[in-house]
């Protein structure tokens, strides 16, 4: 006669109730984590990631630091608990599949890495996303990519408040370098 076993649901390999805490734990720690990042953070920009390598990924975060923003892999259903009453509650819908966020304090940075990543690098695609309350999709994330980062508007304006200072600096310099020119003219006659 051959006994049969009940089997009981198994755990992971080896793991105690203690470790299941642990886990549920480290969840709650990264939502909250997520949580910050959202109230921190004025544009989110989604993105599906399926087929990047790790080079890819890399490659991809090296050039999100330099612009000032990060690029950060997603477990769907926890980022949607932590947007839940934060300013981005209305992208949550978007978070379906291998997700990623992209995300700045410039309201421009995020989306201009990503777009610019995602044209020489098909397996990025990107979904959508929000500006503060606002929901953006891809068209808008693409047209908000065009715009100058807040760096860059900065640097255009202290160069449009420079202009005219080194312009009037050359014009009142000018009287003075014909009148040294005129009497080296004079002296050069006289000798």
Not at 37 to 46: G, R
Not at 145 to 169: F, I, M, Q
Request: net charge positive; glycine share 8%; no cysteine.
């Amino acid at each position: 006669m051959v006994q049969r076993h009940r089997t009981r649901p198994q755990r992971a390999a080896g793991a105690t109730i203690a470790e299941t805490t642990v886990d549920r734990t480290q969840k709650e720690d990264l939502v909250a984590s997520l949580r910050r990042t959202f109230e921190e953070t004025t544009l989110v920009v989604v993105t599906h990631y399926t087929g990047l390598t790790v080079s890819d990924m890399v490659d991809l975060r090296g050039r999100m630091r330099e612009a000032e923003a990060s690029f950060r892999v997603t477990k769907n259903r926890l980022t949607r608990l932590a947007l839940e009453g934060t300013k981005f509650d209305g992208i949550s819908g978007l978070f379906t599949g291998p997700t990623a966020i992209a995300y700045s304090q410039d309201p421009v940075a995020a989306a201009k890495v990503a777009a610019d990543f995602a044209k020489t690098n098909d397996k990025l695609v990107i979904i959508g996303g929000a500006l503060g309350a606002d929901v953006l999709d891809v068209s808008g994330v693409k047209a908000l990519a065009s715009l100058p980062s807040l760096d860059e508007l900065r640097g255009r304006l202290v160069g449009l408040l420079n202009a005219p200072a080194t312009k009037v600096a050359g014009v009142l310099q000018a009287p003075a370098g014909q009148v040294a020119r005129v009497v080296g003219a004079r002296g050069a006659q006289a000798a």
